[in-house]
């Protein structure tokens, strides 16, 4: 399913947080949103998700405006999220906090059904954590909480996945293992991502956000490019083929470090 952003705007006690951004996100691709610290990035999602109403522009998924045609059930028919923290969940099984997914879909006090508690078991297989379904989230490792929040999401039966910074606190490990799952499902992605390289690895698209508004849009080959990392994040930046993956891949290095060669004795 499509969605699309179109000139969206936000101000929050008076500070321009979002100013006109635009972006797309192609239906069973994955976009990445990156940009430095305070760029807007997960504001931008915030309003995707209806935590943050835009004060101009429009955001639609499947064609439907988020906040003008959809009420937030339908809305979270739609599009599932895992956000950055979920503590909140921690004194609950993960069987339990998978079946949350369900909610968007039944009515407030109903009980769960033989259908509810398949998708629920189905949902923790595809993301390998069916072991723990009666385990307490709060016992879990990060990595195997944040698989457990993706298969609360993937419970939703929505066809948009937004993600936001879903590799924080992670080991390196849990990071690829996280993003390699998330790109194997096959959903409209939407992910913001502070590493450089995994947005260059694992998107189909990156937006560029800066100072609250969209500098680039594009394939990460198009958008990645030394000029723009240093002009955006103020760091040097190479950009070649992953040695293991064949995937595009990113370093970086100060802006003013100093370049020597290291010689063979």
């Excluded at 069916?130 to 990595?143: C, D, I, K, N």
């Excluded at 293992?177 to 998330?182: F, K, P, S, T």
Aim: a negative charge.
């Amino acid at each position: 399913m499509r969605v699309e952003v179109r000139d969206v705007s936000v101000t929050i006690d008076g500070n321009h947080i979002l100013r006109g951004v635009s972006t797309v996100a192609e239906p069973g691709r994955f976009l990445g949103i990156v940009g430095p610290n305070g760029s807007g990035k997960s504001t931008l999602l915030r309003t995707l998700y209806r935590s943050v109403r835009p004060d101009e522009g429009t955001i639609s998924i499947g064609g439907d405006d988020v906040w003008a045609t959809l009420t937030a059930r339908q809305a979270a028919q739609r599009r599932a999220i895992v956000a950055q923290d979920s503590a909140l969940d921690f004194d609950f099984s993960v069987a339990d906090v998978v079946a949350m997914g369900r909610a968007p879909h039944k009515s407030m006090f109903a009980r769960d059904t033989t259908d509810d508690r398949h998708i629920v078991a189905e949902s923790l297989d595809a993301v390998d954590m069916g072991w723990a379904a009666q385990r307490l989230v709060a016992t879990l490792s990060g990595g195997e909480r944040q698989r457990v929040y993706l298969a609360r999401a993937l419970a939703q039966r929505a066809p948009v996945l937004v993600l936001d910074e879903p590799t924080n606190h992670l080991d390196v490990r849990a990071q690829l293992e996280l993003l390699e799952l998330v790109r194997s499902l096959g959903l409209t992605t939407i992910a913001a991502l502070h590493d450089l390289d995994h947005a260059a690895s694992y998107c189909d698209a990156v937006t560029v956000l800066h100072g609250g508004r969209t500098v680039a849009h594009g394939s990460p080959t198009e958008v990645l490019t030394p000029k723009l990392v240093h002009n955006v994040f103020g760091v040097r930046a190479h950009i070649g083929e992953h040695p293991l993956t064949g995937r595009p891949h990113i370093t970086v290095a100060p802006a003013d470090i100093i370049i020597t060669t290291r010689s063979t004795p």
